[in-house]
């Protein structure tokens, strides 16, 4: 009650933010009849004199007036659309780093024109993110008219463009894109070797991401990796998985909650029983040697478990598409991690694709954390205020709508079973059909949107699907989801960001109507006449009541119910809304619907009847907050531990692009040479060690293994006197002097090349390798729990020490490798054949004494120079793949292969 009162006179903190940023509107608003008398000439050269301005000092606040004004002026005589003062405040809002929470159909793309114009005079470029390449692309062609009236430079990322276009893209002023191209182009660009190769500017600047709900915090959960393939094991996964049709029930347990399933000791006897009679295991299935098949059996059991075609999946073209649980759009391209993906494939018969190994990684949270100054804008956004705030320090503020929503959102009715719900929605829509008044049916699923579009068509009622299988077709089909009559069946959240018109949109239907006709009279003729039509359609559906939104069940989230409802009833339109539910639905089924359903029985609720009271909705929203809360923590848990990765992420970053800026790594190299040789030095002879303690075998072996040096340094130790010191310091002059024998055979600035070259591939090995550790440790962390530790800790601690061995090996690795490398050339100029002339170019190492056990193909390993350049390393496991078992290890122990590194 006092909380009430206090809002009275104080205003709520969404009003507190929005008064003092009216007082500009007013100001913006006393400059239009200035504006209005120049010519496109003199407003366009407003941006010049703005540019120089902040040149001088002046903030971009400072601008800010003026330059919304301009922009409105700008956007009046492009696209014939004048700002409304609340978008005005939207952009405002935007302008200061905040999220603009706007209803559908105010018009976020325009919103967006303001803060982005007046942040791209600081010349360092302005990403505008889009859920999707249509979007990307459409926004860039029908907002970019105000920008390039205006002298900016607009670039569009989409899929398919080549490194080339992505710079030209980048570098200008105003870039709109995807959040998967613009984090795949970050992660790619970390995969350079020269920073010229490099698509994204130096820095990021400022973004505007669009539907912020739902790519920062439902894609959230789901990191963009770069992977490479491993070895194939296609056989395996389908020979396990001829064994999981034979499971009953008994024999796991499936937590829907969790999304989780194990199997009980029964079925653990049972899948025993199954894989010993297919002649896959012998022993037990948790013994040391079955590690790999019980990750294939767990991830198979997921596979036929937990996952569902048509839900989780679709399977098209001879692949498993993943389906966006919040969407329900196809996410080609993306694939499950850790076998899941390849469990599917098995599952469903198409062609099984090798697994592959993360290359590089990182997660949207971290990726936009990495931009100075981001905003949002979404028309749902309050719900997950908290976690904006928390993750991204992002204020949410809810802009005020152009007119007052007029929208009647009844209560939901809920049903005993889904075959009665589903009854009372198709009676719904014959109803909405019979007085001429539009539909949207939203679904969770294809599976279900399928199903309620069997049920129409059994009727004879004519309608639209929309889901994934029709993804192509996604805007125009819900652009038209306004017009008379018209019913449009698609899962929650498909075609959002298209604006659904009543009536029917105009510019959709003439780009999809009239793509053909060339002629400007008749294509200005044609136009007419469909404006003249889209005015009658609109005027019946006004009178019809306007577009009745059907929801066929609650989703997890209020969010998504609140961007399915928000579609009906934009900028002052009549609309209607309601939701259907039925105690067989997943939300309702999963979080505790048995004790209702006892309920309803013993009121007596009779076959077909529904229970509708607010107080149904009340509890259903709890329901959904505790969901909301208990996904919030799954979110702040991934990201604390992806945050152990991103710090070292940037670390490994920083230094590569050092690297390629350095102009040459000599330095460095002797640095690591000599950090390596106080390490053999420090394990073999410890200090205060007598003589008759050194290890001085071991010692003779490693430099041996690492430098090729045969050195006498068993007589070295004989010596009366010697210390520790004296043997570093001639290993140190060994090292070197053979180093400096290369320079002046091959040459210094070959050698130099050489070097960095090598360095940054042997950095990116080892980072991939420490990459597979970090996933390997995640996997089981979570069992420290058990003995009293905090997981989070112990994972950081461990990641750390692992960071910290990396370090150590890459120093190492990178002193072992150019000891050993041997360069030939052919006829041509050493100097000409390291020019960056692209892959086909290649020098090779001669076969090297030591590795006299191999034969020469084997001995071989190829440099190739250019943008993608690889470098094979004598030292790398990878390349010993052909080494016979009792042949000596390539590593130069002098052991047997299979006593040595062949063992594992």
Known sequence: MFGAIARRIFGTANDRILKPLKKHIDAINALEPLLEALSDDELRARTEIFKQRVAAGETLDDLMVEAFATVREAAKRTLGQRHFDVQMLGGMVLHQGRIAEMKTGEGKT???????????????????????????????????????????????????????????AYACDVTYATNNELGFDYLRDNMKFRLEEMCHRASFNFAIVDEVDSILVDEARTPLIISGPTEDNSDLYRLVDRIMPSLVAEDFEKDEKQRAVTLTDRGTEHVEELLAEAGLMKGALY???????VHHVNQALRAHKLFTRDVDYIVKNDKVIIIDEFTGRMMDGRRFSEGLHQALEAKEGVTIQNENQTLASITFQNLFRMYPKLAGMTGTAMTEAGEFHEIYGLEVVEIPTNLPVSRKDADDEVYRTAAEKNDAIVTLIEECRSRMQPALVGTTSIEKSEHLSDLLKKKKIPHQVLNARYHEQEAYIVAQAGVPGAVTIATNMAGRGTDIQLGGNLDMRTRMELADITDEAERAKRIEALKAEIEVNKGKVRDAGGLYVIGTERHESRRIDNQLRGRSGRQGDPGASKFFLSLEDDLMRIFGSQRMDGMLQKLGLEKGEAIVHPWINKALEKAQQKVEARNFDIRKNLLKFDDVMNDQRKVVYEQRKDLMAADEVAEEVVAFRHEVIEDMVARCIPE???????????LHEEVLRVFNLDLPIADWAKEEGIADQEIRARLIDHADRKMAEKVANYGAETMRMVEKSLLLQLLDQSWKDHLLQLDHLRQGISLRAYAQRDPLNEYKREAFNLFQQMLLDLRERVTSVLAHVQLRFGDEDPEQALEPRGPSRTMETREDPAFAGLGTGEAMATVTTGPRSTIVDPNDPATWGGTPRNAPCPCGSGKKYKHCHGAS
């Open 110 to 168: 325009l919103v967006a024109t303001l803060a982005v114009y007046l942040n791209a005079l600081s010349g360092n470029g302005v990403h505008v993110v889009t859920v999707n390449d249509y979007l990307a692309k459409r926004d860039s062609d029908w907002m970019g008219q105000i920008y390039r009236f205006l002298g900016l430079t607009v670039g569009v990322i989409v899929h398919g463009l080549n490194d080339l276009e992505r710079q030209q």
């Open 287 to 293: 013994d040391v040697g079955n590690v790999s098949l």
């Open 688 to 698: 205060r060690a007598y003589a008759d303690q050194w290890d001085v075998a071991g």
